[in-house]
């Protein structure tokens, strides 16, 4: 996708790029932590990644060179921050690991009901195979829950939600942590 040195040279600010997880979506995955965050949820433990103008300004061609090289498992995570807070630069970024058939995880803080009423989401959405969505909300914390920090959040199989037209929950909402 980045066939075009502009697109390549396109803004994006970063908390970090974190090489293997095993916390933050199924299997051994990167994870790119994405800066800047609107939701400001009690309890966040994120909270260096609120500011807008935090982190590191970098490019979309530098973030996807690094997550080719660095996420054996072809398999990576968007987290924050709000990745959808910068949705154009992490669509482009989610869209170049796609077409080396990356798998897709992403963490919002938006529900999926506003992120699919968005048009502005719908490129980013459509790069995605699971979205962990809605804000943490502290007082349903769950140590229990898998990938979630709160009973709230859903693990939404997205490729099948959006041809179906409403919410497919994934298999994984309903796997403990183990
Ligand atoms: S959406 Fe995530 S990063 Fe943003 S405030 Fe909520 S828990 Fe923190």
């Known amino acids: 996708m980045l066939n075009t040195p502009t697109l390549a040279a396109a803004p994006l600010r970063i908390a970090g ?5 095993i916390v933050d979506g199924p299997g051994v995955r ?9 939701h400001h949820c009690p309890g966040c433990h994120n ?13 979309v061609g530098a973030v996807v060179e690094q997550l080719l090289r660095q996420a054996r498992m072809r398999a990576v995570t968007l987290s924050g921050g709000e990745p959808f807070f910068q949705a154009h630069s992490c669509t482009l970024v989610a869209q170049s690991l796609r077409a080396e058939g990356f798998h897709l995880t992403c963490f919002s803080g938006y529900t999926w009901e506003a992120l699919t009423a968005n048009a502005a989401y719908l490129p980013l959405l459509h790069t995605l195979d699971l979205l962990i ?8 914390r769950s140590l229990e829950l898998r990938f979630r920090g709160s009973s709230n959040q859903r693990i939404i199989d997205v490729p099948r939600s959006l041809q179906a037209g409403h919410i ?3 298999a994984y909402q309903e796997s403990a942590f183990d």
Request: charged share 10%; net charge negative; with cysteine.
């Open 168 to 170: 497919v929950l994934s």
């Open 133 to 140: 969505d809605g804000p943490y909300i502290a007082a349903q």
């Open 47 to 59: 909270s260096h990644t609120h500011n807008p103008q935090g982190g590191t300004l970098t490019t």
């Open 30 to 38: 990167a994870v790119l932590f994405m800066q800047g965050c609107p």
């Open 17 to 21: 790029i974190e090489p293997e997880s």
